[in-house]
């Protein structure tokens, strides 16, 4: 049995929010906004920009939550009207955040399976900048520019974890050498709760007995800041004793 702590789960959110900014989700945002049209003012998308990701993963009984932001999340717009200068205008919030709540599983095949089963956005802390022209003339209208972003953001959020719905990833057994010595290893079973995520590993060394119920370590068993627990079977100890790799 292998366990990955809150502190592996940590780890593993650094990964995440680099995949994160690479997908460059304030751009993609930017370019679903269409231009605008509003009591004379044009409004056209010149860019989205936001701070790093900010991504968490929290283990609870049965589910794991997963949670992206995106800090100082901007969107830039040209903004024109007849007889008068062109102008920049900043709508974002201080915080863009989107979550999901995660259950893990395992098919008869060893597949992990990734079911969402329940979703949150949030858009927090808005923010108007306004530079080229009197604020005055425009900060009336921003208000319905405000609603279009935040509907565009909103609904693409909520399609896009809809439609994840489900994640299937392929398992299956695989053999390799640890050691000196054969070893199939496959999926059996994962677990989550408070103290992270646990998997079950059937391991066949060419002898070892099986285990009833094999032990999963909980995350006080190790020192502190401890990434992953492994917990081996005697069966497999006995493997590496008896071979060659102490000889």
Not at 141 to 169: M, R, W, Y
Not at 176 to 183: D, I, R, S, V
Not at 215 to 223: T, V, Y
Request: aromatic letters at 4%; hydrophobic letters at 45%.
């Amino acid at each position: 049995p292998v366990r990955l702590t809150p502190s592996g789960l940590d780890q593993l959110t650094v990964g995440i929010a680099e995949q994160v900014d690479a997908a460059d989700l304030p751009g993609a945002f930017a370019a679903l906004v269409p231009p605008t049209s509003i009591s004379g003012f044009t409004f056209a998308v010149r860019e989205g920009t936001a701070d790093p990701a900010e991504v968490v993963l929290t283990p609870d009984v049965g589910e794991l939550f997963l949670g992206i932001g995106l800090p100082n999340f901007r969107i830039r717009f040209d903004a024109s009207a007849l007889f008068l200068p062109p102008a920049e205008v900043v709508l974002g919030m201080e915080e863009l955040r989107s979550g999901a709540t995660l259950t893990l599983g395992t098919g008869d095949d060893g597949a992990v399976t990734i079911d969402v089963v329940d979703t949150d956005v949030a858009l927090r802390g808005p923010v108007l900048e306004i530079a080229g022209i009197d604020p005055g003339l425009l900060v009336f209208h921003t208000g319905g520019l405000l609603a279009v972003v935040g509907e565009v953001i909103e609904g693409a959020l909520d399609l896009g974890l809809v439609a994840i719905d489900e994640l299937v990833l392929p398992g299956g057994e695989v053999s390799t050498e640890a050691l000196g010595f054969p070893l199939t290893l496959s999926l059996d079973a994962l677990q989550v709760d408070a103290e992270g995520v646990g998997a079950l590993l059937g391991g066949d060394s060419g002898g070892a007995p099986a285990v009833a119920r094999p032990h999963l370590p909980g995350a006080e068993e190790g020192p502190r800041g401890t990434d992953v627990l492994v917990s081996v079977h005697e069966g497999l100890l006995g493997a590496l004793l008896s071979g060659d790799v102490l000889a």
